[in-house]
């Protein structure tokens, strides 16, 4: 059974840091493409950081660009995201999603609320 299961989201205050975790199991982590991906209330869901299976590549969204590094770690099967400066517009459900795009395969966690407000 796949499961990607995130954790660390939270209130920080604007400024803050937080560090989200995901721990997949049932598929094989190393394959696949992870990515971090957030979606506010009454927007959509965009892309925020994506690394590639062996974690050579990377990439972000210009929004957080600086701020947030993404790594991963195949020997623990789980996908970090390092958010750094926080700002209130980054306050979103956050969501980890495997890929491998191609056998059209794309896994989804449940998500993570991350709130920055003083």
């Known amino acids: 059974q796949v499961q990607l299961a995130e954790s660390g989201g939270g209130l920080v205050q604007p400024g803050g840091s937080l560090r989200l975790s995901c721990a997949a199991s049932g598929f094989t982590f190393s394959r696949y493409v992870m990515s971090w991906y957030r979606q506010a209330p009454g927007k959509e869901r965009e892309l925020v950081a994506g690394?590639?299976?062996?974690?050579?590549?990377?990439r972000y969204a210009d929004s957080v660009k600086g701020r947030f590094t993404i790594s991963r770690d195949n020997a623990k099967n789980t996908v970090y995201l390092q958010m750094n400066s926080l700002k209130p517009e980054d306050t979103a459900v956050y969501h980890c999603n495997a890929q491998r795009r191609v056998f059209g395969i794309d896994y989804w966690g449940q998500g993570t609320q991350v709130t920055v407000s003083s």
């Open positions: 690394i590639d299976s062996e974690g050579g590549s990377t």
